[in-house]
């Protein structure tokens, strides 16, 4: 979980916003899982959207629907590729509808320090915009070469990580029985300077053997003995100013994440509704084995 979690466009109001992506969710990748070195699982996912929850009133979203379509591949010695889109439909109460299509392709080295992405997005009818860049992980910076929307670089701090590396260190720290992990992470999103403190939440661990609401996953011989965990994202703008008080995420996004990089369970809560992500569709895909000395 781009990204868990996977880099993101944000859904704000009904009136502007495209449709919540749950790509930080999904772009995993980049290490090994445990003792027994259980690779992260190259794959094809599909997720249907629908409204969990809607709040504020007048100004409630009514009825949201739509689709994820996610394909993951790649290993240690080559880096990993995610291909994500994600069309979505929100109504809201006074009858306004919003149409949005989001398309990204990302691809990050296994040791997280270099990250391209190419994020473009469309508003009903209107023209797409994109974002397309590289940001590479020198010394104790990142340097970010942005295209689009405008050419530009920049600098951020060698702290920030981006969204493999953070779905990698999510799993080792539930592995070690953490509860909590806070980190900054960069994924391209929004004008492609955006970003996010993190704040992950991290329930106990739920062996294979344990399903309520059974999916493609879940009954799959791959993923039914592998162990998964609870995990709870908020993501809060790095440069929000907080009035009073805590500051508010500007989402969150939970899901129950495998030890080999698989999400299920999506839920995304942008504060004014919530939608949630259901795995209809789910394909491992081969993976390209590294050669010795390769790694």
Same mark, same amino acid.
């Given at each position: 979980? $781009? ?12 009136? $502007?916003?495209?449709? =919540?992506?749950?790509? +930080? ?10 003792? &027994? ?20 009133? =007048? ?6 629907? +739509? ?9 240690? @010695? ?30 990050? #080295? &296994? ?20 974002? !397309?860049? *590289? ?6 910076? *990142? ?13 951020? #701090? ?11 260190? *999510?799993? =080792? ?41 059974? #999916? ?52 995304? !809560?942008?504060?004014?509704?919530? *939608? ?10 081969? =993976?390209?084995? @590294? ?5």
């Amino acid at each position: 979980m $781009r990204r868990l979690y996977r880099f993101l466009p944000r859904l704000s109001d009904v009136p $502007r916003v495209a449709g =919540a992506t749950l790509a +930080g969710a999904l772009l995993l990748g980049a290490a090994s899982a445990q003792a &027994a070195n259980i690779p992260f699982l190259p794959h094809q996912a599909s997720y249907d959207l629908s409204l969990l929850k809607s709040r504020n009133g =007048a100004a409630a979203v009514d009825s949201a629907s +739509g689709r994820i379509l996610y394909n993951f591949t790649g290993s240690e @010695c080559e880096g990993y590729t995610s291909e994500f889109r994600q069309v979505s439909e929100l109504s809201g109460s006074e009858g306004k509808n919003t149409l949005s299509d989001l398309r990204s392709t990302s691809w990050e #080295d &296994a040791e997280g320090k270099s990250y391209r992405f190419k994020i473009d997005t469309r508003m009903n009818e209107g023209n797409a915009s994109g974002v !397309d860049g *590289i940001a590479e992980r020198t010394g104790d910076h *990142i340097t970010v070469k942005l295209k689009q929307p405008v050419a530009k670089t920049f600098t951020l #701090d060698g702290s920030t990580v981006f969204p493999t590396e953070q779905v990698r260190r *999510i799993i =080792a720290a539930a592995r070690e029985g953490k509860s909590l992990l806070e980190l900054t992470v960069y994924d391209g999103s929004d004008n492609g300077e955006k970003v996010y403190n993190t704040l992950t939440v991290i329930g106990k661990p739920i062996p294979g053997d344990k399903v309520t609401t059974p #999916d493609p996953s879940t009954s799959n011989d791959v993923m039914k003995t592998l162990t998964r965990w609870p995990v709870t994202v908020s993501y809060y703008d790095r440069d929000a100013k907080s009035n009073a008080g805590e500051q508010t995420p500007t989402y969150a996004m939970s899901f129950e994440l495998y030890e080999n990089g698989v999400s299920r369970a999506l839920k995304l !809560d942008y504060n004014d509704f919530v *939608i949630a992500g259901t795995l209809d569709k789910f394909e491992v895909k081969s =993976a390209k084995p @590294c050669k010795p000395g390769e790694k």
